[in-house]
């Protein structure tokens, strides 16, 4: 099992557990699925709460612009660290309501 709470780590962990048959159905949701991988977000919580809170992990997943990473991000966040000026550039690439739900909760 990789080592969640690195990039790398959490990147390889979404990439075992991902389903692409999974993109269909997300799309079927009007999920823009270009940059997933496909799974559910049952199986991105429970990692995210393998992970736990890890602010700066969350930045960097961010930046992939993987569907799930920034669904695992939006998760991982810690909302005491979360600035402002963080939020207004996450919420410029928001493509998908999905997205937006994830993170505004």
């Not at 099992?1 to 389903?19: F, N």
């Not at 496909?38 to 997943?61: N, T």
Request: net charge negative.
């Amino acid at each position: 099992m990789p080592e969640k709470t690195s990039l790398r780590g959490a990147m390889e962990a979404l990439e075992l557990v991902k389903e692409p048959i999974y993109k269909d159905k997300m799309a079927r949701f009007g999920i823009v699925t270009d940059h997933a991988l496909g799974m559910r977000i049952p199986v991105i919580r429970k990692l995210a709460k393998e992970i736990g809170k890890d602010h700066e992990l969350a930045l960097s997943l961010w930046e992939t612009q993987v569907h799930e990473a920034r669904l695992l991000a939006s998760l991982v966040a810690d909302p005491t660290q979360m600035t402002e000026a963080t939020l207004e550039r996450w919420v410029q690439d928001f493509y998908s309501w999905d997205l937006v739900d994830q993170v505004c909760t």
